[in-house]
């Protein structure tokens, strides 16, 4: 058993996840004296960022979904063993910005996978690893392309180009998945004000720093 604790933030594109974490941080370090440590998917570290580039990378329009679960999948994989597992070993609070629920919201839901496959792919990457906490920033589909559509710094990739059909099939997956598992997954109306976003998403994390696992 790991000994830090958990926390994976998940939702479709423009529901605001960077701004979210950014803002959780400091609030989280003051609680978690063990340590905090944010990373993403895909990515987060060498191997896995490579990976991530040939995954959005706009010029590979051919890309098989296959394919392209399975590199999400390495990338998974990469970053779990190399930054995850030893964080969660030393006692940290590990935050990752998206794990084994964007495979099945994106690749299933959004491009028609079998979710089992996906949901059997994600446990062969992280031996069974789930998150003690899921927050699940949940947005209308117009709202959150809108917001990516005003937010001009923003890496523009080959996902944002897709049609909002897919950006509300991703989000139906992600309620789904909501249902599925009501005890990890905790659904944050991300189209309220930021301050209330972050207010709620710390009552949900509270819950899950339980003082035997606060070092
Ligand atoms: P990113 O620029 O990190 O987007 P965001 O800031 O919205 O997280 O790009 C990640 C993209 O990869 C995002 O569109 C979702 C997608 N994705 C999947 O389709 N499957 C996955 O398993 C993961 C981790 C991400």
Known sequence: MTKGIFISLEGPDGAGKTTVLNKLLPALEKRHSAGVVTTREPGGVMIAEAIREVILD???TAMDS????????????????????PNLESGK????????????AY???GRGLSSEDIKWLNTYATDGLEPDL??????????GLSRIAQNSDREVNRLDLEKIDMHQRVRQGYLELAQENPERIKIIDASNDIETVVSEALKAIEAVLKPSKDA
């Not at 899921?134 to 709202?143: A, G, P, R």
């Open 134 to 143: 899921t927050l699940l920033l949940d947005i209308e589909s117009e709202l």
């Open 66 to 85: 296959k394919t392209e679960l399975l590199l999400y999948i390495a990338a998974r994989r990469q970053h779990l063993v190399e930054r995850v597992l």
């Open 107 to 109: 690749q299933g839901a």
């Open 93 to 104: 609070l590990v935050l990752v910005d998206r794990f084994i629920d964007s495979s099945v």
């Open 58 to 60: 706009v010029n590979n």
